[in-house]
Structures are given as structure tokens and as C-alpha cells.
């Protein structure tokens, strides 16, 4: 799970919101990524510092973008003997950098957080077969 959190151009692949997604930058353990979204009607794009802890951890934090605060964190945590399985947390909090905007986005945008850690397993099934 963690390998296709970190595998941002491949997100318009799997997540219908996602327009267009960009790394920026990568350094060892930290990617600057820009995502396009476009979901009913509504199109906006963001950037995030995001710091890896590999297999383990991912944390977003906000560069630029329509919010005046985005942070999120995908925590991956190892069950079975085996660990080849995990448990994937996924912690989000944002809010909008005016109110019309948020009036407008605000619905479209939770709807795409919702639906976030579905989308994600459904790619991982696709990828590695449903466990």
C-alpha cells in the first residue's frame, strides 16, 4: 500500500477526480507533488510537501493551493505474522482560504476525502489481486 501511496503520476489513473498529478521535486524521503482535480464541475489544483517514512508513514503538509490549511498522514501498520498485510490509516484535516470558496469546493472536496482510502484499496486489488 504504501508504494502506491508514493506513486503520484500514477493517481489519474485510479482516482476519477484526479486530473493530472506532478512530482515537483523528490529529495530522499521527501516529494513535492501537484495534484489536478476536476469533480463535478469544480476544478481546482494543490501542492504538498509530503515526508516518507518508508513502508511506515507518509505526511502531507500544504505549499499552495485553494486551503489555508491541508495536513494529512497515511500511517501503514503491519498485521499477520507474515507482514505482508497492514491496516492503512488515513488522517485529514483542511480548511478553504475563503468562504465562497469553501461554499463551493467544500462538498466536492469532502465527497474526494471520503472516498480517498476506498480508492486506494480498490487500486491495490487491481494491482496485487484482492486478498
Known amino acids: 500500500m504504501f508504494d502506491l501511496v508514493v506513486d503520484v503520476p500514477a493517481y489519474p489513473q485510479f482516482l476519477p477526480w484526479c486530473q493530472r498529478a506532478e512530482v515537483l521535486s523528490q529529495e530522499p524521503g521527501v516529494v513535492t507533488a501537484r495534484l489536478h482535480l ?3 464541475g469544480v476544478r481546482h489544483a494543490f501542492t504538498t510537501r509530503n515526508t ?3 513502508g511506515q508513514s507518509v505526511g502531507m503538509s500544504l505549499v499552495d ?3 489555508s490549511h491541508l495536513e494529512g498522514v497515511w500511517r501503514f501498520l503491519p498485521i499477520g505474522p507474515d507482514g505482508k498485510a497492514c491496516k492503512v490509516e488515513f488522517e485529514l484535516s483542511y480548511a478553504f482560504a475563503s468562504r465562497p470558496l469553501e461554499l463551493v469546493v467544500s462538498p466536492v472536496f ?3 476525502a471520503n472516498t480517498f482510502v476506498d480508492a486506494f484499496v480498490a487500486r491495490a486489488e487491481q494491482v496485487h489481486g484482492k486478498r
Open 52 to 54: 516518507q517514512v518508508a
Open 110 to 112: 469532502d465527497r474526494i
Open 65 to 67: 493551493g485553494p486551503f
Open 38 to 40: 476536476a469533480y463535478a
